[in-house]
């Protein structure tokens, strides 16, 4: 979420209502890093707060103890490793980011770059550093907290069977037809990663494999 969310449309979780207001009264997510300066920005995770959310089992957007179901706010190519750059999150705290934060929720929004001092995240792996267009709640039981395979040094969350999907464009349901342009579009990036690999042509029958089942999780309208 950032201070520019359209917050007004959607129902606000009572966790999410519970978290401290930057200046113009929108609440500030749990992981958002406190600045030198003492400033929070809504672009900034705090490293540090990452450790406690894994260690402690705490919602990354709220903050408070996780249940037996957490949520995975991801992008389309995510459903198609299963694999998460941020720690998991309530449901009803998930569902309010897909639908309010402006990155997520609107497919023009890009990424603001800034220099801030640590501790913060960058992000672990191999990201994609795009706007997909859509979002996808990913509901589960289970997840691992994993090294990273190659890229920047750092941890990602190995996701477990869904139990509950839930795509998002707009603040709104995506389409079946926005859903597979996003993952159209995002399909050669993670080509391309394959070829960085010992084995490339294994690598890519394995996404080949791995794009058909995330196929299936597709809205069917």
Same mark, same amino acid.
């Given at each position: 979420?950032?201070?520019?969310?359209?917050?007004?449309?959607?129902?606000?979780?009572?966790?999410?209502?519970?978290?401290?207001?930057?200046?113009?009264?929108?609440?500030?997510?749990?992981?958002?890093?406190?600045?030198?300066?003492?400033?929070?920005?809504?672009?900034?995770?705090?490293?540090?707060?990452?450790?406690?959310?894994?260690?402690?089992?705490?919602?990354?957007?709220?903050?408070?103890?996780?249940?037996?179901?957490?949520?995975?706010?991801?992008?389309?190519?995510?459903?198609?490793?299963?694999?998460?750059?941020?720690?998991?999150?309530?449901?009803?705290?998930?569902?309010?980011?897909?639908?309010?934060?402006?990155?997520?929720?609107?497919? #023009?929004?890009?990424? =603001?770059?800034? $220099?801030?001092? %640590?501790?913060?995240?960058?992000?672990? !792996? /191999?990201?994609?550093? &795009?706007?997909?267009?859509?979002?996808?709640?990913?509901?589960?039981?289970?997840?691992?907290?994993?090294?990273?395979?190659?890229?920047?040094? #750092?941890?990602?969350? =190995?996701?477990? $069977?869904?139990? %509950?999907?839930?795509?998002?464009?707009? !603040? /709104?349901?995506?389409? &079946?037809?926005?859903?597979?342009?996003?993952?159209?579009?995002?399909?050669?990036?993670?080509?391309?990663?394959?070829?960085?690999?010992?084995?490339?042509?294994?690598?890519?029958?394995?996404?080949?494999?791995?794009?058909?089942?995330?196929?299936?999780?597709?809205?069917?309208?």
């Amino acid at each position: 979420m950032t201070s520019q969310a359209p917050i007004g449309h959607v129902a606000m979780p009572a966790r999410v209502a519970a978290l401290p207001r930057n200046k113009v009264g929108y609440p500030i997510p749990w992981f958002v890093a406190t600045l030198e300066d003492g400033t929070r920005d809504f672009r900034v995770a705090s490293a540090d707060l990452m450790v406690n959310a894994v260690k402690q089992q705490l919602c990354w957007v709220c903050g408070q103890q996780l249940g037996s179901y957490v949520a995975f706010v991801i992008g389309p190519m995510c459903a198609v490793n299963r694999v998460s750059a941020e720690p998991p999150a309530h449901r009803d705290c998930a569902l309010y980011s897909a639908m309010v934060c402006p990155f997520l929720s609107h497919p #023009g929004m890009r990424r =603001r770059e800034i $220099d801030v001092a %640590e501790p913060t995240i960058t992000p672990a !792996g /191999r990201p994609l550093m &795009r706007n997909p267009g859509v979002a996808l709640v990913w509901i589960t039981r289970s997840y691992r907290v994993v090294k990273s395979p190659g890229g920047n040094k #750092g941890i990602l969350f =190995r996701i477990g $069977d869904a139990t %509950e999907t839930a795509w998002f464009a707009d !603040g /709104r349901k995506a389409t &079946r037809a926005e859903v597979l342009a996003s993952m159209t579009s995002g399909l050669p990036a993670l080509q391309e990663a394959c070829q960085l690999d010992d084995d490339p042509d294994e690598s890519l029958r394995d996404l080949d494999s791995d794009y058909r089942r995330a196929l299936a999780l597709v809205p069917t309208s």
